[in-house]
């Protein structure tokens, strides 16, 4: 596994766990849960300006964890046709 996998495998476990801490606002409210929506917030707070919620379910964090898996299938490919090119 590569260390782009593992920065993005990171990256979507911590959004996983900010989401599920959601649901406990105690959670959320501790020094782990402030670092977590400083890291999660910024980026899914993007997708929360263009999917709007439908009654009280959020759509934005499933979108968002579904486009960084597909930016992190595009840059694996960019770097393998990289790698190829020089060596």
């Known amino acids: 596994m590569s260390i782009v996998s593992i920065a993005f495998s990171i990256y979507s476990f911590m959004l996983i766990v900010y989401i ?14 402030r670092l977590l929506a400083k890291l ?30 597909f930016i992190e299938r595009g840059v694996r490919i960019v770097l393998l046709n990289l790698s190829t090119m020089i060596g």
């Open 40 to 69: 999660c917030e910024p980026y899914l707070g993007f997708f929360r300006k263009f999917i709007p919620p439908i009654g009280m379910i959020d759509f934005s964090p499933i979108i968002g964890i579904l486009l960084l898996n």
């Open 20 to 33: 599920l801490m959601s649901w406990v606002p105690a959670a959320q409210e501790s020094s782990f849960g």
